[in-house]
């Protein structure tokens, strides 16, 4: 299978067989990216937020999502099979109460070879969990959704969700 069409699964040798990407004859390139997650927090877990966080027994729980985080997009590659080691230039994670939700912004700065889409996305997916493991003693009924790649810049193309 070759790689030639922009369509061609890029994970994939010319035998069909998983592979890592071959970054080596690229250009390094400043890259950021930026992903989202959204928790649903039942009204029982919203009435335990006070000024800018939820405290529980195990501390606040956007610091803690928050710093949870940043470690997972550090170790993206020991989670995701393919995705290459980079050195992050900068993670930033901020997370808000909007409405019934818990709003996640996780952005990934690097200069490299290859984006950082998988770390944005790491660090946004894992502070969701965090938020439902430290409210799961007040309610089972929070919702992980709309975890999404926002927007990338840097490499070949691009991208920014409408």
Do not use: W
Not at 21 to 44: C, E, F, H, N
Not at 65 to 81: D, N, Q, R, V, Y
Not at 97 to 108: F, H
Request: charged residues 20%; aromatic residues 4%; negative net charge.
């Amino acid at each position: 299978m070759s790689n030639e069409s922009s369509n061609a699964f890029s994970h994939l040798n010319e035998s069909g067989q998983p592979a890592m990407v071959d970054v080596s004859g690229k250009p390094d390139t400043y890259r950021i990216a930026v992903a989202g997650s959204r928790v649903y927090l039942p009204q029982i877990i919203r009435d335990q937020f006070h000024g800018q966080d939820i405290q529980t027994r195990k501390g606040g729980v956007f610091q803690t999502a928050i710093i949870a985080g940043i470690m997972a997009a550090k170790k993206t590659p020991e989670l995701i099979p393919l995705c290459h080691t980079l050195l992050l230039d900068g993670c930033d994670v901020e997370i808000h109460l909007e409405g019934e939700e818990a709003v996640i912004r996780c952005t990934v700065k690097t200069t490299g070879k290859t984006g950082v889409e998988m770390e944005a996305l790491t660090g946004a997916s894992v502070a969701a969990l965090t938020i439902y493991d430290m409210c799961k003693a007040f309610s089972q009924e929070m919702i992980i959704r709309e975890t999404k790649l926002i927007s990338k810049t840097g490499g070949k193309n691009d991208y920014n969700r409408p």
